[in-house]
């Protein structure tokens, strides 16, 4: 079956480091790949997608680019800031079917000051 | 503006009881879904809709129920057969897929239950 895996957090970094959230991957034919952002109590928004291998998705400086050979799609940022602070989750979503997402367990990001 | 909604944001259910939590979209979109997430998982699928008057056991459906009598409604309910209904719950919709078109999920805010 399809399967997500994250690293594991809480991220901690200073505010204008450099971001790299770890995400692999195992589906079968070719997903689409999210990245959600949820803050405390919230829903989730969709923070970028990318739709097949090579393609890049990015949006408010976040970058990932979806890795066919390796089933990757890592989540980067060159300068965090505070506001970033909030849990990040890798998804894939079914080929065929049903469509439904599968997450990863989601890592948390905290930014200091 | 279009969005999801879903209410109420915090209920409370004592153990033996069901509760039903409400999810509306005015996206028009086809496709309807119900997420659980637990503290430190990622979300698990519960039910889904592609269309009005049908739907689909996802991978946890056991103690839900569901129904999709109109477009924009897709209400859930916990039933007492739920053995730890104690979790956040979050609603998603999206087009349903055709050329050309982008079928990606949207969230509503979600509904915390918690089994006093």
């Known amino acids: 079956g399809n399967s997500v895996t994250q690293m594991e957090g809480p991220v901690t970094l200073s505010e204008e480091a450099f971001l790299t959230i770890n995400c692999t991957y195992t589906a079968t034919g070719y997903p689409s790949l999210f990245w959600y952002v949820q803050y405390p109590g919230e829903g989730l928004q969709l923070l970028l997608k990318a739709t097949k291998a090579d393609d890049k998705g990015s949006n408010k400086g976040f970058e990932a680019t979806y890795r066919k050979e390796t089933t990757s799609f890592h989540l980067e940022k060159g300068s965090v800031q505070v506001s970033d602070s909030a849990v990040y989750f890798c998804a894939l979503r079914e080929v065929t079917g049903r469509r439904a997402l599968t997450f990863g367990s989601g890592t948390r990001l905290q930014v200091q000051p | 503006d279009g969005g999801i909604t879903q209410s109420p944001k915090y209920l409370f259910r004592k153990e033996g009881q069901n509760v039903t939590l409400s999810c509306e979209q005015n996206?028009?979109?086809?496709?309807m879904y119900w997420y659980r997430q637990d503290p430190g998982q990622g979300l698990r699928l519960i039910y889904y809709?592609?269309?009005?008057?049908?739907?689909q056991k996802g991978d946890i459906a056991e103690g839900y129920s569901v129904s999709r009598e109109k477009k924009e409604s897709f209400p859930l309910t916990v039933t007492s057969a739920q053995k730890n209904p104690t979790a956040f719950y979050l609603c998603?919709?999206?087009?349903?897929?055709?050329?050309?078109?982008?079928?990606?999920?949207?969230f509503g805010p979600g509904t915390r239950l918690t089994v006093l």
């Open positions: 998603a919709s999206s087009l349903i897929f055709k050329a050309g078109v982008s079928d990606t999920q949207y």
């Open positions: 996206l028009n979109h086809d496709a």
């Open positions: 809709s592609q269309i009005v008057n049908d739907f």
